[in-house]
């Protein structure tokens, strides 16, 4: 079985936590997310369009029931042009075909499925390259151009520090056994953990 872990342009933990996973596996091949940047905001024009439309009835009956930044969310969501759903979604099968073709070489692919290690209940923010960011909006950085394509994803807890932070198992269209093996390898080798917090 052939797999490939993700380029590596991402933060240190996430860095550390895709090397324990490639060495438990003698993964040494790394290939590149095709347009990893679109593909997140195509998936953010789209995932905002729908989240909107869902929910625009109750926007309107009972708006205080929505969380402040929730419902500002959807709101914002509701006034994206019809033109740029459209183009999102375009881009979307674009998106899809560029990642099918990765499969043809390798049956898996791993990356980062967070920016940074588990936030803390609470915690409203994280730094990423020396930059202070929201959790909220920007913990699904990685998880966003994989999803919106629609590919089977397993996700695993890799400890790098006190916590742990998710590496993607991404695997081709109805390929869920080789992501869900992948994982029980993982776990049985003991890189993929949850370990307890200290009470």
Known sequence: MGASSATRCSPPEADAALGRVAAALSV???VEIPEARRAR???F?????EGASLHLDRLRERAKDFDPAVRDRLIAGAMIPASLVNKAQKFR????ERMLALFKEVDAIFAPATPVVAPAIGQKTFVLNRVEMPVRPNLGVYTQPISFIGLPVVTVP????SLPIGVQIIAAPWREDIALRIAFALEQAGVAAAPRPAL
């Open 45 to 49: 024009v789209i995932t905002a369009a």
């Open 28 to 30: 040494d091949r790394e």
């Open 93 to 96: 099968r674009y998106s899809q």
């Open 41 to 43: 905001a195509a998936a």
């Open 158 to 161: 890799v400890p790098v520090t």
